[in-house]
């Protein structure tokens, strides 16, 4: 199981992370535990570690989203709104949609057969 160091002593299962939310040079880590841990490390260095563009997709500057816990997408007012499973609804900024849907596309059919099962 892959895991995120979040410090030197402190890490966290990729498959309990729904997703991150950037917060200047802080980067806040959303749990499927509703847990929320602030790391001081910005979004980018936070995704680079990850290294996993199949599972995690960036939708806008401020989100990275473990697209494993998305139970769909919605279009609104010119707008793609991602809803994850605990209810929770980002919006893919206008830049990003097209990486969005190209990411989906790619993603690994296990993954998302995955999500449906659950």
């Given at each position: ?9 402190s ?51 401020n ?56």
């Amino acid at each position: 199981m892959k895991k995120l160091y979040l410090t030197k002593s402190s890490q966290i299962a990729l498959n309990e992370i729904l997703y991150l939310k950037s917060d200047e040079n802080y980067t806040t880590v959303h749990t499927t535990n509703q847990e929320r841990l602030l790391v001081a490390r910005t979004l980018r260095v936070m995704q680079e570690r990850i290294n996993d563009e199949f599972t995690f997709i960036r939708i806008s500057n401020n989100h990275v989203v473990n697209i494993a816990f998305m139970n769909g997408w919605r279009k609104e007012d010119k707008k793609l709104v991602i809803i994850l499973e605990d209810g929770q609804e980002l919006i893919v900024s206008r830049r990003r949609i097209s990486e969005f849907r190209e990411a989906i596309r790619k993603t690994p059919k296990a993954i998302l057969l995955k999500k449906k099962s659950r």
